[in-house]
């Protein structure tokens, strides 16, 4: 996998719903294993051999994914996973072999695009000399 297949879409992609690790980490067992409802404490007892999630953030995590169209979820708060659209299909695929073939490239590039909203967002309030 070379760091062209990192398109702008799926940078987008990135930016807009995997905003860590963690969250790559817990997007790729809900697509692991799409036919499972999942609660957030059953996803951090399944995720808790590879990383360090609470309950709280997996549960911010599912809403997120949720309102990026990759999940499905109802009041119970179990979520599925099931992308809208074959695109996003697409881009959690991306994610699955980007993790599985370059992981410290996907790890750079996560937080990367992390810092880059976040310098951006600071930039607006810069006060400009004139």
Avoid at 26 to 44: G, S
Avoid at 62 to 87: I, N, W
């Amino acid at each position: 996998m070379e760091d062209s297949a990192f398109s702008d879409a799926f940078c987008r992609f990135l930016q807009a719903t995997v905003p860590s690790v963690e969250a790559a980490e817990l997007l790729l067992l809900l697509a692991k294993q799409p036919e499972t409802r999942w609660e957030a404490r059953q996803a951090v007892e399944a995720l808790k051999k590879s990383v360090t999630i609470s309950e709280a953030e997996a549960a911010r995590f599912f809403e997120l994914f949720q309102a990026r169209s990759v999940v499905t979820g109802g009041p119970d708060k179990r979520f599925q996973y099931r992308a809208a659209t074959r695109e996003l299909e697409e881009h959690v695929a991306m994610l699955a072999r980007a993790y599985n073939e370059r992981p410290v490239t996907l790890i750079r590039v996560i937080y990367g695009l992390r810092d880059a909203k976040i310098q951006s967002f600071a930039d607006a309030f810069r006060l400009k000399k004139g």
